[in-house]
């Protein structure tokens, strides 16, 4: 078995409207709960906003701490699913499953080594 991110992308601005973000929570959870039956889910988080975050960069002897994300762009890492299946293919399945309730956000699918 292979564990794979399920990164979600998504763009810059505040948090959508609780009318518009229900149905999807809603959703989400299902795919949660059927990626969990499955024996697939290994973990699941949010996170903040980038503008929480600290970057590292090691400069010699030094190293050099700076606030906000470490690139800028329109969009952002907002959260992700770790997930152990056979190979690419299931995990493009569920990937699949995935950006159709978050869409028109997008997903990444990279394997861990």
Known sequence: MKQYLL???QPDGPIPEP?????????LASWNDELREA????????????????VLRASGDEVLVTDGPFTEGKEHLGGFTVIQVEDLDEALLW???????????SVEVRPFT
């Open 95 to 105: 990937a699949r499953k995935l950006t159709r309730i978050l869409e028109p956000l």
């Open 7 to 9: 990164g979600i992308y």
């Open 39 to 54: 024996g697939s889910w290994v973990f699941s988080a949010g996170l903040h906003p980038p503008e929480s975050s600290t």
């Open 19 to 27: 009318s518009v973000l229900e149905p999807i929570m809603t959703n």
